[in-house]
T-cell receptor, first 115, second 117 residues
Framework: DQQVKQNSPSLSVQEGRISILNCDYTNSMFDYFLWYKKYPAEGPTFLISISSIKDKNEDGRFTVFLNKSAKHLSLHIVPSQPGDSAVYFCAASVRYGGATNKLIFGTGTLLAVQP | NAGVTQTPKFQVLKTGQSMTLQCAQDMNHNSMYWYRQDPGMGLRLIYYSASEGTTDKGEVPNGYNVSRLNKREFSLRLESAAPSQTSVYFC????FGAGTSYNSPLHFGNGTRLTVT
């Protein structure tokens, strides 16, 4: 039962254009959403997050949009650069075991930005 | 500025062998986690430690044990390795519980690639 879904395994975009990565979730109890970026042979690194009470958060070239009614979030990268080529994971936070939150990750989307 | 350090980077085991994956963080974080990454499965939580002295099971704890040795170190042990445990293992830490309203993201190590034959 995949609670966080990234239905596009890969995405290819031209340098300078917009990249849009999508994520769907099923659990309405998620209270925080995060995006991570992962290069080969490295651990994931935190990119941007959004609280469930907001619908948009922006940080430089990266913007995350949250549509709670559709249980959908997206990451926009504008303009895309070759260095953005990586796997992007969507993650959602939920209370777990009563004591702390845990993150549930999607399966990832491989973004390739073509020069 | 080391962050989260994992050792070893690579390991090959035969079925039935045991080993311990080591993890240390130098950010004075309270919470630590072990995840595994498998193709098509994303990152799945094995065990976590919300604070020094406590450990709890995650989504896929079977076949593993953990020890929170002190605030800095959190180890993962495979007592009798199985081919199904072939995976990339990531240790992570966060100041508070991951993804809480304190906006406490996880910081990951670079992973241990384990192959069990």
């Amino acid at each position: 039962d995949q609670q966080v879904k990234q239905n596009s395994p890969s995405l290819s975009v031209q340098e300078g254009r917009i990249s849009i990565l999508n994520c769907d979730y099923t659990n309405s109890m998620f209270d925080y959403f995060l995006w991570y970026k992962k290069y080969p042979a490295e651990g994931p690194t935190f990119l941007i997050s959004i609280s469930s009470i907001k619908d948009k958060n922006e940080d430089g070239r990266f913007t995350v949009f949250l549509n709670k009614s559709a249980k959908h979030l997206s990451l926009h990268i504008v303009p895309s650069q070759p260095g953005d080529s990586a796997v992007y994971f969507c993650a959602a936070s939920v209370r777990y075991g009563g004591a702390t939150n845990k993150l549930i990750f999607g399966t990832g989307t491989l973004l390739a930005v073509q020069p | 500025n080391a962050g989260v350090t994992q050792t070893p980077k690579f390991q090959v085991l035969k079925t039935g062998q045991s080993m311990t994956l080591q993890c240390a963080q130098d950010m004075n974080h309270n919470s630590m986690y072990w995840y595994r990454q498998d193709p098509g499965m994303g990152l799945r939580l094995i065990y976590y430690s919300a604070s020094e002295g406590t450990t709890d099971k995650g989504e896929v704890p079977n076949g593993y044990n953990v020890s929170r040795l002190n605030k800095r170190e959190f180890s993962l042990r495979l007592e009798s390795a199985a081919p199904s445990q072939t995976s990339v293992y990531f240790c992570a830490s966060s100041e508070f519980g991951a993804g809480t309203s304190y906006n406490s993201p996880l910081h990951f190590g670079n992973g241990t690639r384990l192959t069990v034959t």
